[in-house]
Structure formats: structure tokens, C-alpha cells
């Protein structure tokens, strides 16, 4: 049975903009870029627990086997679980792949406008790093987000297929409180979304149209 454990000493604890994070992901291809690493790895996740085991399942020697697995253990992407046996680090994976993926366009939010008006100090406590942390227990703070949400991810007159709109939505979800079907549906419920067999639009509002008048 593959070995899918993951090291719970390793989290996701630092934010996406972390110059650490960042020099990690930029190591990686240079990390696989050696066959016996590459070869190490895909026998951890195989399921070998020692180093032994990696040696016989990736057809190399004791020092080479002995060599990746350090390699592959300093760089994290390899560890040990508490039952002594190596384990790839998800997490660590994961770590990494938030890292490399761009916040989504609401990071450029009402703050980063320089609008400190209430709207933008409700988006900024409840919108971080293009994330939303989780909905206002308020109705009036929770519209004043959705609408951000809604103005940040939709172009006014645009048809979205329920796919793409959940695509966009989830990237507003990851590590929040709030799955995006929820917000999907909320935003449907306020009117900042329309709903016809399957496909999504976000009305056409006359400020909209002023904007481009």
C-alpha cells in the first residue's frame, strides 16, 4: 500500500509570501533534477520505510540511497512519521504549492486602493491575501464582502459556466471557514450572480455602465 503519511511537525504556518517559502519552491526542480533522487522519492511513496527498502525498490546502492534520502529530507519533501518509517511530506507539498500560486485578483483589494472608508475596512478584516477568512456574522459587513467578492472575480455581462465559477470561488475558500458552495450561493441569494441552466452571470449594473461610458 502506498505510503501517504505526512509529517504533522510540517504546516502550512507561514504565509504564500514567505521569502523562505519562495526559496524552497524555487529548489525543487534543481532537487529532482537527479535520477537517484527522483528514483529515492517515488520508492518512498511507494510505500518503502527504510533506507534499505529504498535501495532495493529504486535499484541503487546503500551511499546513493543514503545520499537522496538526505537530500530529500532536507529539503523536506521526505520525512519520518512517528513509527520510525519515511514518509512523504504532503503537506509540505502543499506548503509549496500555495506558495507558487498567485492570489487571485481580490488581492488587489480596497485596501491596496487605498480605500479606507468602512467598505474597505470591512473587506480588509474579513479579506486576507486575496483569501476570504470568513463571512461576517453581520448582514450588513457580510453584503459589503460578497459585493467585493462578487466585483473582484466577475466581469459585469460575462457568462461562467457553474465550473469556472466554482474554480474561482474555491480560490477564495482555501483555508477559510466558508466551502464555496456556500459563498456561491449567497452571492446567487443577493442577486451579485444570476442563474440560468447552468450557467452564471453577474448582472450588468448601471454603474457598470458608467465606468465604461
Known amino acids: 500500500m502506498p505510503n501517504d503519511r505526512s ?14 517559502q519562495a526559496s524552497a519552491l524555487a529548489a525543487l526542480p534543481a532537487l529532482f533534477a537527479e535520477e537517484s533522487r527522483v528514483r529515492a522519492f517515488a ?39 512517528a513509527d520510525g518509517e519515511l ?26 486602493a487605498g480605500d479606507d472608508g468602512p467598505a474597505g475596512i470591512v473587506v480588509r478584516t474579513f479579506v486576507r491575501d486575496g483569501r476570504l477568512v470568513r463571512l461576517p456574522a453581520r448582514w450588513t459587513r457580510k453584503k459589503v464582502v460578497l459585493r467585493h467578492i462578487a466585483e473582484q472575480t466577475f466581469a459585469p455581462g460575462v457568462e461562467y459556466p457553474e465550473r469556472t465559477v466554482d ?47
Do not use: I
Not at 535499484?59 to 512519521?81: I, M, P
Not at 512523504?88 to 491596496?112: N, T
Not at 480560490?171 to 456561491?184: F, I, M, N, Y
Open 7 to 20: 509529517d504533522t511537525s510540517v504546516r502550512a504556518s507561514e504565509p504564500p509570501s514567505d521569502p523562505a
Open 43 to 81: 520508492a518512498v511513496a511507494l510505500g518503502a520505510g527504510d533506507a534499505a527498502q529504498v535501495a532495493r525498490a529504486a535499484g541503487l546502492s546503500a551511499k546513493e540511497a543514503a545520499g537522496a534520502l538526505r537530500r530529500l529530507r532536507d529539503q523536506g519533501v521526505v520525512t519520518t512519521g
Open 87 to 112: 514518509a512523504v511530506a504532503h503537506d509540505r507539498f502543499r506548503e509549496l504549492a500555495r506558495a507558487g500560486r498567485p492570489a487571485p485578483q481580490a488581492a488587489r483589494d480596497s485596501g491596496a
Open 167 to 213: 474554480e474561482k470561488l474555491r480560490a477564495w475558500c482555501e483555508d477559510g471557514e466558508v466551502d464555496h458552495v456556500t459563498l456561491r450561493r449567497h452571492l446567487v441569494d443577493l442577486g451579485h450572480l444570476c442563474r440560468s441552466d447552468g450557467v452564471y452571470c453577474r448582472p450588468v449594473l448601471d454603474s457598470d455602465r458608467a465606468g465604461t461610458a
